[in-house]
């Protein structure tokens, strides 16, 4: 028993077992009635074990909650995780604050020098977002408020897009920076039903 006075399955065994000895000992003593008292204590057998059945599918839905609630609680700190490293890391490079400054105010990035290789780093951090948010790794709603605008200026940039046509181009390859466009329509695609919203 708990020590808020209820029931464990062991207690119902107990208490069952001591009935079918009970029961058996009468049996014995009152022959003539042997056949009801045995029926008697299948009965209380049975009921045992639905009793303890019962009890047992009662601890593991409890077990399974605990572990799911643990579970969701742990995918929330891990997504805060990812977050907080791709913001830091994203906004602390230096090239990339310079990318976003000239994309922002419609400034060529060639001629402020902005190469291929800092296009690529730039672009690579929405290709790893878009890649674990599909993984379930981190959540879309996150990366929309965190990164949203800078991905769909990213999108739109016209440097930015003759870069990645060229690369898919010269490497005969049209999945390079597909997560990216993935990840900037679902923006563009957000966007206009935020923006629906508050039009409503």
């Known amino acids: 028993m708990t020590s808020e006075g209820k ?11 001591v ?3 009970v029961l058996l000992g009468l049996a014995i003593g009152f022959k003539c009635h042997a056949g009801e008292i045995i029926n008697a204590g299948i009965f209380v057998g049975t009921v045992t074990l639905a009793a303890v059945a019962y009890f047992q599918l009662d601890a593991l839905a409890k077990q399974i909650k605990v572990n799911t609630e643990q579970l969701v609680m742990n995918s929330k700190q891990s997504n805060a995780d990812f977050l907080l490293t791709f913001n830091r890391e994203f906004f602390n490079d230096q ?6 400054r000239l994309i922002e105010d419609g400034e060529s990035l060639a001629k402020n020098g902005i190469d291929d290789y800092a296009m690529d780093d730039y672009l690579g951090y929405f290709e790893l977002m878009s890649f674990f ?3 379930s790794v981190i959540d879309f709603n996150s990366i929309y408020e965190m990164f949203g605008h800078y991905i769909t ?3 739109k940039c016209e440097e930015i897009s003759d870069y990645i046509v060229g690369l898919r181009k010269d490497r005969e390859d049209n999945t390079y920076y597909e997560h990216f466009y993935s990840l900037a329509k679902r923006v563009d695609e957000e966007d206009k039903v935020r ?5 409503g």
């Open 7 to 17: 029931l464990e399955g062991k207690d119902v065994v107990a208490i069952a077992a």
């Open 19 to 21: 009935v079918v000895i």
């Open 95 to 100: 090239k990339n604050q310079k990318i976003i």
């Open 133 to 135: 948010e599909k993984r």
């Open 153 to 155: 200026c990213a999108k």
């Open 195 to 199: 923006n629906g919203q508050y039009k």
